[in-house]
């Protein structure tokens, strides 16, 4: 007797979350207005080759040189420090809000649990805000001050890296943990001991992602006024300086 293959359903859970997913797109497309206007102005065209032909002679004058020079050293500083900071915070609170910390160091508290999804669900409340807005708000409070630009960064960044490293924390390896941890070695020790070294590149990798991110962040928040190449690059655009904006481009990559 021959068994028949039953024929698969038209609608299963995948092909559902694959409808829901282009009916957002679509909804989401709507809601920016993308098909209520013209997609593209003829009229731009003439500046968008002016401003792509300026590319091919940015400003290379002794004096403007050193005023982009000095603008790329203060975003790099921003940057460098945001990160240290961010890193810092980060550390801390990637350790604190990671669920290996809890079941390792505090296996007997009867809200470690608790406590534990608590303080992740605090960090998502700076992650959840931009540092452009975070730096308008320090800009209200302190004014044309470069601690500005790199609590701006630190603040979000230490959420973000915080989130990173507790997972990534969480996803490495136990085995040696354990081993330490039944040889008699104290929960905290046998956590810097074993945890942390394997981890370490996978934890220096992001870091330097960090950096990178920084570097454009920094960029940004030049332009409310924390000064670097964000600052001149908004100057140039205004008086369109193609040439000089290029430049800063090209610094910037």
């Given at each position: 007797m021959?068994?028949?293959?039953?024929?698969?359903?038209?609608?299963?859970?995948?092909?559902?979350?694959g409808l829901l997913f282009f009916v957002a797109i679509a909804l989401s497309a709507y809601q920016a207005g993308i098909f209520q206007q013209d997609l593209f102005n003829p009229g731009g065209f003439p500046l968008l080759w002016r401003f792509l032909r300026a590319s091919w002679h940015p400003e290379i004058s002794p004096e403007f040189l050193r005023l982009t020079l000095n603008a790329t050293l203060t975003t790099l500083a921003y940057a460098a420090c945001g990160t240290f900071l961010s890193i810092l915070l980060g550390m801390v609170g990637g350790i604190l809000t990671s669920q290996v910390?809890?079941?390792?160091?505090?296996?007997?508290?009867?809200?470690?649990?608790?406590?534990?999804?608590?303080?992740?669900?605090?960090?998502?409340?700076?992650?959840a805000i931009h540092e452009m807005i975070w730096g308008i708000f320090f800009l209200n409070i302190w004014g044309l001050d470069p601690l500005v630009a790199i609590i701006a960064i630190a603040i979000p960044y230490g959420a973000i890296v915080a989130k990173v490293f507790s997972e990534i924390l969480d996803e490495t390896p136990r085995e040696?943990?354990?081993?330490?941890?039944?040889?008699?070695?104290?929960?905290?020790?046998?956590?810097?001991?074993?945890?942390?070294?394997?981890?370490?590149?996978?934890?220096?990798?992001?870091?330097?992602?960090?950096?990178?991110?920084?570097?454009?962040?920094?960029?940004?928040?030049?332009?409310?006024?924390?000064?670097g190449l964000g600052d001149q690059m908004f100057l140039s655009l205004q008086s369109l300086r193609y040439e000089q904006l290029w430049t800063f481009f090209y610094v910037l990559v």
């Open positions: 021959v068994k028949q293959l039953s024929r698969p359903p038209l609608l299963d859970l995948l092909r559902l979350w910390w809890w079941l390792t160091v505090f296996p007997h508290w009867p809200m470690h649990h608790s406590i534990w999804l608590a303080m992740r669900g605090l960090l998502a409340f700076p992650r040696p943990l354990m081993a330490l941890l039944n040889s008699g070695v104290s929960p905290l020790t046998a956590l810097l001991y074993s945890l942390i070294p394997q981890a370490f590149f996978n934890l220096l990798s992001y870091s330097v992602y960090r950096f990178d991110c920084a570097i454009r962040s920094a960029t940004v928040l030049g332009i409310i006024g924390a000064g």
